[in-house]
């Protein structure tokens, strides 16, 4: 498989931030109210994600090491601030809706995880496949949460009623919105059973000699790998002091 489609593929399926990883849940739980609100959440972190890993990758050899963690963030803090006028801008609704949470993209572990742990150590053609793999893998998570939630919590999909609503004063038989599932409590539901429909996914492909990546903490051995930010927990901390690792 070329290698930039790979990216791509890892993003979406076998390295999943959502299902796999499980990163970014403060967004994911947050925000995932409805479909479009998962879809303009994920598409803008998609859009931070791959322009931010392009430009670290382009600077990675000009960063020092020591301060590599800052001028990542004033990068995505950038990124971020130009996202976050244009939703203002041109969809003030979905902006309306996401608050503060768009800021926040710039903490999302997410963006950084992938600067520190891809960006930073490749060049930019397969930095930006790996940023626009891992956004899009993130938005699709986000829009089937959101999808899901809506379609139980309120009988729509996309703000569009696809089931008719029940009316007792009326005695008209429809759908009886299970209203939880718009609620907080609901994200948590929503988000364990994809994660076991997931695992189940996981389990069939292993069976069949095609493993899916398993949740990560640099535990495989390949600290390039790996979808932490800063600590490589399965060799212990690790820190440059002169080019040397202590």
Do not use: W
Not at 18 to 25: A, N, S
Not at 185 to 205: E, K, Q, S, Y
């Amino acid at each position: 498989m070329n290698k930039n489609v790979e990216r791509l593929y890892n993003g979406i399926i076998k390295e999943n931030p959502t299902f796999v990883l499980m990163l970014g849940m403060c967004p994911t739980l947050a925000v995932t109210t409805s479909a479009i609100n998962g879809l303009g959440m994920g598409l803008s972190t998609t859009v931070v994600l791959t322009l931010s890993n392009v430009i670290i990758s382009a600077l990675r050899n000009l960063i020092p090491s020591r301060v590599r963690m800052p001028a990542f963030i004033v990068v995505v803090a950038s990124f971020v601030t130009i996202v976050q006028f244009l939703v203002q801008g041109f969809v003030p609704s979905l902006y309306a809706a996401l608050g503060i949470y768009i800021p926040l993209i710039v903490v999302n572990c997410i963006i950084l995880g992938r600067a520190e742990s891809y960006a930073s150590k490749n060049p930019v053609l397969p930095s930006l496949f790996d940023g626009l793999g891992m956004g899009l893998g993130f938005t699709v998570s986000l829009t089937v949460i959101g999808l899901v939630r809506e379609l139980l919590g309120a009988g729509q999909a996309f703000g569009a009623q696809l089931l008719p609503l029940a009316d007792r004063s009326s005695g008209v038989v429809g759908y009886t919105p299970i209203t939880i599932f718009i609620l907080a409590p609901g994200a948590f539901f929503v988000l364990a059973i994809l994660v076991a429909v997931m695992n189940v996914v996981r389990a069939r492909a292993e069976a069949k000699g095609k493993p899916l990546a398993k949740a990560q903490g640099c535990l495989s051995g390949d600290c390039s790998g790996c979808a932490s930010a800063s600590v490589c927990t399965g060799h212990g901390n690790v820190e440059e002091k002169g080019g040397e690792e202590s």
